[in-house]
């Protein structure tokens, strides 16, 4: 039995991950931490998410909440997930990190930090994402400059960061794909007389609006045909059982202290 610590229990991620943690077989959920002050503080997080009461208060203290706990599990902010990395690191805690937004010189800062630990760090944690970034591998390297690339993701109106985590993931994954440098040749915004499409452009277009829980096409577009690979979820429990399995994934063999993905939980690599 692995036992889990969620940070962020009390958000829309956080409550769906506590909940499948309770119903799961290999896992129990130990400890559950949300920022201080927060009105969650105190309360059971069974009865808060509605399953139960189950013994394991949210708490605001990090250190605590991961003490008694096997792996952490960060769905929240990059300032916050910095700052529960450092805790993990010093107690040697592996992290599952779900977090979205990271700079590179966070996700440097990131890498230095847990040095000693093991984390899994993915911007998306579901199956079908993952899949089709191994897939656009193939697909970019094979249509080449021939093909336009553009890319559009639609989440809720909550959301803070943009684009998406998983839309740079994708953006980055392809301009790999085609030895193209994503800094160079993304486009974000389109308004006005802009001229005409530059060939090695790579669109990266945000929509955001009631409570879609998240969207993503990428589109290949040639001269007689396109190629669209679309991902819906219709539910964030896609992403939590993800996260489970990265859990399980991170802890079953004692994996050694780096970074990794879902790529490498999922064995596409």
């Known amino acids: 039995m692995i036992r889990i610590a969620v940070a962020g229990a009390a958000g829309k991620m956080g409550a769906r991950i506590c909940t499948l943690a309770h119903e799961h077989t290999e896992i ?6 949300e920022r201080p002050g927060h009105p969650a503080v105190g309360r059971d997080a069974g009865e808060l998410h509605g399953f139960g009461t189950c013994g394991v208060k949210i708490i605001d203290i990090a250190g605590a909440a991961v003490k ?7 769905f929240t902010s990059v300032e916050s997930t910095i700052e529960n990395a450092k805790i993990c690191a010093a107690a040697k805690i592996p992290m599952v990190v779900g977090t979205t937004g990271f700079k590179d010189a966070q996700i440097e800062l990131m890498k230095d930090i847990c040095a000693g630990i093991p984390v899994v760090l993915a911007p998306n944690m579901s199956v079908g994402v993952n899949l089709l970034l191994k897939v656009f591998k193939d697909v970019a390297a094979t249509l080449g400059d021939d093909y336009d690339i553009e890319i559009v993701e639609s989440h809720h109106r909550l959301k ?4 998406s985590g998983t839309a740079m993931k994708m953006a980055q994954v392809i301009a790999d794909a085609v030895n193209r440098k994503l800094d160079d040749v993304a486009v974000y915004e389109r308004k006005g007389l802009i001229g005409e499409r530059k060939p090695r452009e790579i669109g990266i277009q945000t ?3 009631g409570d879609i829980v998240g969207e993503h096409t990428v589109m290949f577009a040639g001269l007689g045909e396109r190629l669209e690979f679309t991902h819906k979820a219709s539910s964030r429990d896609t992403f939590a059982r993800g996260a489970l399995r990265a ?12 970074f990794y993905d879902m790529q490498d939980v999922l064995g596409l690599k």
């Open 68 to 74: 008694s706990s096997d792996v952490l599990i960060d």
């Open 247 to 258: 859990a399980l994934w991170i802890k079953e063999k004692g994996r050694a202290a780096g």
């Open 207 to 209: 929509l955001r609006g």
């Open 28 to 33: 129990t959920l130990s400890g559950a931490l």
């Open 160 to 163: 803070k960061d943009a684009p």
